[in-house]
């Protein structure tokens, strides 16, 4: 067996592994689709979960339980299941000893329901993997308490910002703008109905918002009429941007990763009172991501834009990367 691993900063490699032995509490799962992430991305710039530590990948999984523990209850050989990684004790693929880059996925003290989720009737692998960055995706929503007939902006359409469009386009949510510098990723934002996807470095952002999302006038500033900001970006100006032109009660949510501290206009929120906020993982969220894939599977399939074996799972890391890629999911079929 192999097992993708992080060495040291920029340094991935493809071990051989030995897979430890199931305990009662635990099940195996034959993985069979698992997507790379934008977070396995930075953790190989880091050099592991904390830097300096050996870090397993791959939390994105989906695949065949080959094995189930003798106390394990509801989870049976040959179900097609996808795992919540934030549910293990290990933290699967995020500092854990186990990540879902290898053939054989171990998953300790394994719960249906919980860390083991049943992948619906009809469902392909490779969507049931998109559920973690769509849960990630859901919770970003979530926590902008987006409205029937509030006007939402996304920044960055890469796949967790494609994934916000798709379920605020999902929740009828008309008046959605999004952003990017990448004309590949606009091409799939406007590809899921939003009202507008543009490149904010050929357009100016606060009259293409004034124009869609309109205007309102606060304690003697005009904003513009957007309600909820979703930054799944990470621009440093977008904090400034955003703070500048925001209407009064405007939300902002960041969900990207900055990894230095910002400078941005306190002074102004004060006539705002507008609220920023964060959000990280999906606490809650995946049951009905889930719900959703018979649905939205055709969608969610479009996100996925390269699909390697697991023989060239390097070659992916570095395909997503690329501002051109979507999703890059990584098939373990003829692995
Ligand atoms: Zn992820």
């Keep these: ?146 409205k029937p007939g509030d006007k939402v902006v996304v920044f960055g359409c890469g796949p967790i910002g494609l994934g916000m469009l798709l379920w605020l386009v999902d929740r009828g949510i008309e008046d959605v703008v999004a952003f990017d510098l990448a004309e590949e990723r606009l091409e799939r934002a406007r590809a899921l109905g939003v009202q507008a ?31 909820a900001y979703i930054d799944a970006a990470g621009a440093p100006s977008i904090l400034t941007d955003v703070i500048m032109m925001a209407k009064l009660h405007a939300r902002l949510v960041i969900t990207a990763a900055y990894m230095k501290p910002i400078e941005f206009p306190v002074g102004r929120m004060l006539t705002s009172e507008m609220t920023i906020t964060t959000a990280v993982g999906y606490p809650t969220e995946m049951p009905e991501v889930i719900a959703a894939m018979p649905r939205l599977q055709d969608k969610i399939a479009a996100m996925i834009s390269h699909k390697l074996p697991f023989g060239n799972v390097l070659e992916g890391l570095q395909i997503a990367a690329t501002p051109q890629s979507a999703k890059v999911m990584i098939g373990f079929e003829d692995a």
Excluded at 3 to 16: F, N, P, Q, S, T
């Design 197 to 227: 996807a543009l490149n904010p470095a050929q357009v100016d952002v606060r009259a293409e918002l004034a124009r869609l999302h309109g205007e309102v006038p606060s304690y003697g500033r005009v904003g513009v009429g957007t309600d």
């Design 1 to 146: 067996m192999e097992l993708l691993k992080i060495h040291g900063a920029g340094d991935v490699r493809v071990d051989e592994y030995e897979r430890p032995a199931a305990g009662p509490k635990d099940v195996v799962v034959q993985m069979k689709s698992v997507g790379i992430c934008g977070s396995d991305l930075s953790y190989i710039k880091m050099g592991g979960i904390p830097p300096g530590v050996e870090t397993a990948l791959g939390h994105e999984g989906a695949g065949e339980v080959i094995e189930v523990g003798g106390e394990v209850t509801g989870i049976a050989v040959g179900d097609a299941v996808i795992v919540n990684p934030m549910m293990t004790p290990g933290n699967i693929g995020s500092g854990g000893p186990e990540g879902a880059f290898t053939q054989e996925l171990l998953v300790r003290e394994a719960r249906l329901g919980d860390s083991i989720l049943p992948i619906p009737e009809g469902i392909s692998y490779d969507v049931a993997a998109m559920c973690e960055p769509l849960a990630v995706a859901m919770h970003g929503v979530n926590r902008a308490e987006v």
